[in-house]
């Protein structure tokens, strides 16, 4: 038989047992719930973060791409004068002549390549009618009656430093209102009949929907124009001699832009070499 004393002392250990057991299992319970708690909240915040910097991208996205839809001339006074403002006009210009010269060498390349050949393909017929129609030369469709001198001799380039310092001779390197209203950097002129008096545009002149545009006119331009034929002419006889056609070469070849005459050219000139090493090699 167990004395009191005895019984006592054993209650007593096994209730100090027994509670320290439960307080150590309530401990490990409570510590990962704590921590589960604080990863989430981390995990939920860095996905709000990321979420919201990817709709901050997006947005970017979006804005950048509506931009270059309407690709129209930026405010480019928000830039001193001088280095800062020309190289801010060249990097936005130069593009648009650099594709419109890659198109233009395509078509080129395309007519040498056709010269020679007798079988022509229903793709090939739709697309001289379409190089024809754009030079304004005459065609009936008889692939052996093909105008290839008047072909050879508009469908050409007009050298990209050439139509970059027209763009900035005639703009004030893109700050005039003309340029910054009408996408017009050439001071093209509209006749009566192609003129529309819209708020907001400059009134007797050509105004165009973007700068690629502009870009566009302007060497179609050159390249159809009757007015420009001796131009045209200069840059074919280039051709021939198979020297490379520059704007050094070909400035002085231009007549009739400007009623100023030769003294005009001798400013465009004058314009390019001080501002050349702005621009890329041509």
Not at 19 to 47: D, I, R, Y
Not at 164 to 180: D, H, N
Not at 191 to 198: A, D, I, L, Q, W
Not at 225 to 238: D, E, I, T, V
Request: with cysteine.
């Amino acid at each position: 038989m167990i004395s009191t004393p005895i019984r006592r002392f054993g209650a007593a250990i096994l209730m100090l047992l027994t509670f320290s057991f439960s307080a150590g299992v309530l401990a490990s319970k409570h510590e990962p719930k704590s921590h589960k708690a604080h990863l989430v909240t981390t995990k939920n915040t860095a996905t709000k973060s990321t979420t919201t910097q990817s709709k901050k991208l997006a947005s970017s996205k979006k804005e950048y791409s509506r931009n270059s839809e309407i690709a129209s001339l930026p405010d480019l006074r928000k830039y001193p004068s001088g280095t800062p403002r020309k190289k801010a006009f060249l990097r936005t210009v130069m593009p648009y002549i650099t594709t419109q010269n890659a198109a233009i060498t395509a078509d080129r390349n395309w007519l040498v390549s056709k010269q020679y050949e007798k079988r022509w393909s229903p793709s090939e017929r739709t697309r001289m009618k379409d190089i024809t129609k754009r030079y304004k030369i005459a065609w009936n469709g008889n692939t052996n009656r093909v105008p290839w001198n008047q072909l050879m001799e508009k469908v050409d380039i007009i050298p990209t430093n050439m139509v970059a310092t027209m763009a900035a001779a005639e703009s004030g390197w893109g700050t005039s209102k003309l340029a910054r209203s009408n996408n017009n950097l050439f001071g093209m002129k509209c006749s009566k009949r192609h003129c529309n008096s819209e708020p907001g545009k400059v009134k007797g002149y050509l105004h165009y929907d973007s700068v690629n545009e502009g870009v566009n006119a302007y060497v179609t331009n050159l390249n159809t124009h009757p007015a420009y034929k001796s131009f045209r002419k200069s840059r074919a006889q280039l051709r021939k001699a198979d020297q490379e056609v520059t704007a050094s070469n070909m400035i002085h070849k231009l007549k009739g832009y400007s009623t100023r005459g030769s003294s005009y050219n001798n400013f465009l000139f004058a314009m390019y070499q001080s501002n050349q090493r702005f621009m890329a090699p041509n």
